[in-house]
């Protein structure tokens, strides 16, 4: 289950750099814990991920992308990545290259969580704990 996990993961992250929301991967109640990018909070749903998804890369030109640079199984049902987000204002111009760890929680192969982290040892120590 966990290598179906990691390229369950990787699909995603090739859809999004396509310009794909790919939200058939993600739970109808899916959770995304917002902390690490541009504000904090949770979304809640598919269409709280499609309206935030819509703002955020609302704010980057065209071609920004995820770069994935290592995925690991913690377990059976989640995966952690290491990421570099790559993006240039819409308006300001001004580059962004910013190292992002996320925590891909999945059940019945579709997410159920996501959550962010500044690196990767906090990510970690996050999956240990109980999720909610």
């Not at 750099?17 to 739970?27: K, Q, S, T, Y």
């Not at 998804?53 to 640079?69: I, K, M, T």
């Not at 982290?117 to 704990?129: M, N, P, S, V």
Request: net charge negative.
């Amino acid at each position: 289950m966990s290598s179906a996990n990691l390229e369950l993961v990787r699909s995603i992250y090739a859809a999004w750099n396509e310009a794909d929301w790919g939200l058939e991967h993600f739970h109808p109640q899916v959770e995304w814990e917002l902390s690490g990018l541009d504000q904090t909070g949770r979304v809640t749903g598919r269409d709280g991920l499609l309206d935030y998804w819509r703002h955020y890369w609302g704010a980057w030109r065209p071609g920004s992308r995820w770069e994935v640079l290592e995925l690991t199984c913690l377990g059976e049902s989640q995966v952690l990545a290491w990421a570099r987000v790559h993006a240039v204002g819409r308006s300001s111009g001004v580059t962004v290259d910013a190292p992002l760890a996320q925590l891909w929680t999945v059940r019945d192969g579709l997410i159920v969580l996501l959550r962010n982290f500044q690196d990767r040892a906090t990510a970690i120590e996050a999956a240990a704990l109980p999720e909610e």
